[in-house]
């Protein structure tokens, strides 16, 4: 047994698939230093060291046997942050190897594919919620700044939607529960890793003057559309579940 | 801007334009010109959902609930004793902005009541549009509502800067809307839409030839009906929308029950309960239309002109037609696939193509998504189904009902907790 431990960036993974063809291992389990705690004592350790060209080898291969497609769905099942999100993946990418010519993420029998399928549908569903759920606040400095809590790491997936959105106001979402943001100044959209956690409240004081009063009007918006006769609570909580309400301006009033 | 002010008008405005059902965002793409505001795409996006359980997509605000007619089933009519206002073109497009900048919307819909006369009002609300689109550089999503009787030039000018227009003709029979809305007459309502159809045609066929033409209400039109404010039956409804997807390629016909919220002797009760499920069943029916072949005729006819409450109407139609079952998977084409209670289109196609690698049981079926509850009784696996001696039953559509529980459960049983 060997355990191969790399630095949990997505080419960290993808050397380390390289190497467990490089070096022949057979019983592996590639594991994230982060999450590592020694249990099996007599498993074998062998560090990774993330070396772009040798990821850029596995997924140009992949590539020409999945699609550009196929790798999307394997950045879903590295984003979804299951525990056993390696295993999965190496699964599939020795499947892809040993079938060049089929794209073997289309055998649904197969007990790992189906689960990558079933990832990417959970992954898809909650990009899609954050396009819908992201609310933006208005600070003094004219950024609209938004928070989110997401279940999946689901940022780098909707990077591009609020790009091609928002192209003329400064914009900052924030991921709360993985202390790292996207931030639109005009010129670029790029990621952000603060050192320190942000002091939220003390930035959230510095509301824009006229923030106060749009979220009021959406509010009282919120409130007259609804038809009060047709009442269907099991039905609002079935689309827009309780997790996502306190970041819902239209929920806090 | 008094925000008081505009808090009350939008108070009201919105309140007022909440029973128009429409509010989808989807059909168009529009893309993001260099450094300007908004991105829509074909498929769209609800933002929110109100506590009924319909979904939040668009600002959707009457200009005005000031109007001359005096419809019966509208809360804006004449006649009617409520607080008026109205919107300036400027507090809509601020609004609208201002929303969208937060991402609370995806657009606009913007409807009026009638004020002066059609084209006065038509020309206000494309005022906005075009506001919107010239001055604020703005792109997502526009759906305006047409005035009936408005003029062809506005309409033109209309279609040039919203995505999507649209006329609610609001009570399905001549008679019922001579009842209820005297003044208002069908062909008003018509006239616009045909013109928009045929200006889609034409932006179509020019779209062929040349590379860069103007958009021409690229999301195309819709409309509605009240459903159970007069007393037409299921039947004549479905005709008037098959109607319209033949003769005018509406890309949505909406179906609104009724909410009784005036008194008027020509009108349901106030106490009369909204026809939920039978709207449900009109739209089950409506899907059936656009996307399972089916054709008007053959979900309801004149000896039966009430959908059936109890199940939907594609196992309705299935239970009428015992003699064109079971269906073979393995040879059956996809029409008559997608006939199958319990298959939907999704499951349908994957049938087809799965069952070229192998033969198909039941418990493929399962996994392929179907609803095999309902589905089992109306097949013929080539090993045989157990469930086929139940096909001939006389009790099949209780064994049906019995293996599956009804969202709508409860209003059948609301007279027995009566007691």
Same mark, same amino acid.
């Given at each position: ?12 993974? +993808?050397?380390?698939? #390289? ?7 057979? &019983? ?49 099942? +590295? ?30 029998? &197969? ?13 898809? !569903? ?17 950024? +609209? ?19 091609? !959105? ?11 529960? !993985? ?5 639109? &100044?005009?010129?670029?959209?790029? #990621? ?14 510095? #509301? ?11 509010? !009282? ?33 | 801007?008094?925000?008081?002010? =505009? ?29 300007? =505001? ?63 900048? /937060? ?14 006369? $059609? ?24 759906? =305006? ?95 008037? $929308? ?77 239970? /009428? ?26 499951? $349908? ?68 907790? =009566?007691?």
């Amino acid at each position: 047994m060997t355990i191969l431990l790399y630095d949990g960036s997505f080419d960290g993974l +993808f050397t380390a698939i #390289f190497e467990v063809f490089e070096y022949k291992f057979k &019983d592996v389990e590639i594991i994230s230093r982060e999450r590592f705690h020694q249990e099996n004592i007599f498993a074998e350790i062998h560090e990774v060291i993330t070396q772009e060209a040798k990821s850029e080898r596995v997924l140009n291969k992949l590539e020409e046997n999945i699609g550009k497609s196929g790798i999307h769905e394997l950045v879903k099942v +590295f984003l979804s942050e299951e525990p056993d999100l390696e295993q999965i993946i190496l699964s599939a990418v020795k499947q892809s190897i040993q079938y060049p010519k089929e794209n073997i993420l289309q055998n649904y029998a &197969d007990q790992d594919i189906l689960r990558i399928a079933k990832i990417c549908k959970s992954v898809s !569903r909650e990009r899609h919620r954050m396009t819908a759920f992201v609310r933006f606040e208005k600070m003094q400095d004219e950024v +609209f700044f938004a928070k989110i809590d997401p279940d999946f790491n689901v940022l780098p997936l909707i990077r591009k939607h609020f790009k091609d !959105r928002y192209q003329d106001q400064k914009w900052m979402i924030y991921d709360l529960r !993985r202390n790292y943001g996207l931030l639109y &100044d005009l010129k670029t959209c790029d #990621f952000f890793y603060p050192e320190e956690k942000i002091d939220l409240n003390k930035y959230q004081q510095k #509301f824009h003057d006229e923030e106060k009063n749009y979220q009021t009007l959406w509010q !009282r918006y919120f409130f007259k559309t609804n038809i009060v006769e047709r009442k269907n609570l099991k039905l609002h909580i079935q689309h827009v579940p309780k997790r996502y309400w306190k970041y819902l301006t239209e929920k806090n009033w | 801007m008094n925000f008081d002010r =505009l808090k009350e008008k939008l108070e009201i405005l919105a309140d007022a334009a909440k029973y128009d059902v429409s509010c989808s965002s989807s059909g168009g793409s529009r893309k993001n010109k260099k450094g300007a =505001l908004g991105d829509s795409s074909a498929s769209g996006i609800c933002h929110t959902y109100t506590e009924d359980g319909r979904c939040v997509s668009l600002l959707k605000v009457l200009l005005t609930n000031h109007c001359i007619y005096d419809c019966a089933y509208c809360v804006s009519r004449s006649s009617n004793d409520i607080k008026r206002a109205a919107f300036t073109v400027e507090e809509v497009v601020d609004l609208t902005i201002n929303f969208y900048r /937060r991402n609370y919307i995806e657009g606009l819909f913007l409807s009026s009541g009638i004020f002066k006369n $059609a084209d006065t009002t038509m020309e206000r609300l494309v005022r906005v549009a075009k506001k919107l689109r010239l001055e604020e550089n703005f792109n997502g999503y526009i759906h =305006l509502k047409s005035i009936p009787g408005a003029s062809d030039l506005l309409m033109q000018e209309a279609a040039l800067y919203a995505d999507r227009l649209s006329i609610n003709i609001e009570i399905p029979t001549e008679s019922g809307l001579k009842l209820l809305a005297p003044e208002k007459n069908r062909e008003d309502m018509l006239n616009p839409m045909k013109y928009i159809q045929s200006g889609i045609t034409q932006y179509k066929e020019e779209k062929k030839i040349f590379r860069k033409v103007p958009k021409f209400a690229p999301a195309g039109q819709s409309t509605q009906m009240i459903v159970g404010a007069t007393n037409e039956n299921d039947l004549q409804i479905i005709k008037v $929308a098959d109607h319209f997807y033949k003769n005018y390629n509406l890309k949505r016909v909406y179906y609104s029950g009724y909410v009784p919220v005036l008194e008027d002797t020509r009108l349901p009760a106030l106490t009369t309960a909204v026809p939920m499920l039978r709207e449900n069943r009109l739209y089950q029916s409506d899907w059936l239309m656009r996307f399972y072949g089916f054709k008007a005729d053959e979900i309801l006819d004149p000896h039966m002109p009430f959908l059936d409450l109890e199940v939907d109407p594609k196992l309705s139609w299935a239970l /009428r037609h015992l003699d064109q079952f079971p269906i073979n998977l393995q040879s059956a084409d996809y029409q008559m696939i997608l006939r199958i209670p319990g298959i939907g289109v999704k499951t $349908a196609k994957k049938i087809v193509s799965a069952r070229r690698f192998q033969v198909l049981t039941i418990e493929n079926l399962q996994k392929l998504g179907a609803a095999v509850n309902r589905a089992k009784y109306f097949i013929d696996f080539n090993a045989g189904n157990v469930f086929l001696r139940h096909l001939t039953d006389l009790n099949l559509k209780k064994l049906l009902i019995g293996g599956s529980t009804s969202k709508f459960q409860d209003q059948f049983s609301q007279q027995l907790t =009566l007691f």
